[in-house]
């Protein structure tokens, strides 16, 4: 099913940034964005790509007082050839869904959804930048807009999608990074949102994030909300480990963010050959191996960075090194794989790609 979608250009469109190399993260916006209103009584209409520019928002609007909103994150990437490309966007819609039913608010058809994303691309594929590793970051969310303070289930909601070319990731070079396993705060727990990508999750994990990054790490590694003992998973990102050869990850256990990136690399590393065991890992666990020397590699994975390798972790005042501070064999290959798909240089053997 598809939305009917009316189009206002805008008479002003903004200089394409010249400079690729200092693009930066999710500073610089388009010329257009979508909007669809939803109500429960006509469900979802007047979808529309305007020019971009502030929402006019109700003091009261739900999102503001119960924060009521999820989104999500994907890249378009600019192959050799000039075209465009997305990867897996369809597991983004169906995210953005479960998200959605979670949080009470509501859902689009899976189709429409990407029928919007890809007339707006069509009127902003110049935004797509040019230079390797360069992409552009779609960010669609939905919020609850009822203009009163009643706390319940919204009968008004919109969607949105705003659209930012973002610089390469690593711009200079990958450089391992330190993560704290935090011990104070929890992100998430079963039962709560943590599955959901809400803004919610992200507004109570900034305090932990914040007194990492005042002594020296890069995120925080989260453990589980209830025994606080299982590794869950990095910031933004999941989390893997290649325990004396064999690969675990936090399992979805409700906690953990359902990540397409983790997904694609356990599908990738099977291909390879590699034993990927989806299982609780304890901090103890962990930190033993990393103390027997076992703990061979440990990464991130999310749409930002693709993979990001773990060379430091560190918990109860005590270091770990991994990897001797370096990017392991395995986490280079899965970058490599990914990121070859992804700006299509190398083959998609499972078809994730899809050209617009
Ligand atoms: C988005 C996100 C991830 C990564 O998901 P990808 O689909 O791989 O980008 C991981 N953890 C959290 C908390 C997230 O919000």
Request: aromatic share 8%; hydrophobic share 40%; charged share 25%.
């Amino acid at each position: 099913m598809k939305y009917p979608i009316s189009v206002t250009l805008t008479d002003r469109p903004a200089k394409k940034p010249e400079d690729e190399s200092r693009l930066g993260f999710g500073r610089i916006f388009t010329d257009h964005m979508f909007l669809m209103d939803y109500s429960r009584k006509e469900g979802w209409q007047n979808g529309r790509i305007v020019p971009f520019g502030p929402l006019p928002i109700h003091p009261a609007s739900t999102v503001l007082h119960y924060g009521a909103e999820i989104f999500e994150g994907l890249k378009a990437y600019r192959r050799a050839d000039g075209g465009i490309q997305l990867f897996r966007p369809m597991e983004n819609i169906r995210r953005m869904n479960n998200s959605a039913r979670r949080m009470c608010l509501p859902t689009l058809d899976e189709e429409g959804a990407l029928d919007i994303l890809v007339r707006l691309l069509e009127i902003e594929k110049d935004w797509v930048p040019h230079q390797m590793g360069t992409s552009l970051y779609i960010r669609p969310y939905i919020f609850g807009n009822d203009p009163h303070l009643g706390v319940h289930a919204v009968d008004h909601a919109v969607f949105c999608i705003i659209l930012s070319p973002v610089g390469a990731y690593y711009a200079e070079g990958i450089n391992p990074v330190r993560i704290a396993i935090e011990t104070r705060d929890v992100r998430a727990v079963r039962g709560g949102t943590g599955e959901a990508k809400c803004g919610g999750n992200y507004a109570a994990s900034l305090r932990a994030g914040e007194i990492a990054e005042e002594n020296g790490f890069t995120q925080v590694l989260w453990l589980d909300g209830v025994e606080r003992k299982y590794i869950e998973e990095v910031g933004s990102m999941n989390v893997m480990f290649k325990i004396g050869g064999v690969i675990v990850t936090p399992k979805l256990t409700g906690s953990v963010l359902p990540g397409i990136t983790r997904k694609s690399c356990i599908q990738l590393l099977r291909d390879w050959g590699y034993e990927v065991e989806e299982r609780l890992l304890s901090a103890e666990e962990l930190l033993n191996a990393a103390k027997d020397g076992t703990l061979e590699e440990a990464w991130g994975t999310g749409t930002a960075a693709v993979v990001s390798p773990i060379g430091e972790l560190y918990m109860d005042g005590q270091d770990y090194t991994v990897c001797e501070n370096r990017i392991g064999p395995v986490t280079q290959r899965l970058y490599d794989a990914l990121t070859g798909i992804q700006w299509g240089t190398a083959p998609d053997p499972h078809d994730w790609v899809m050209k617009l």
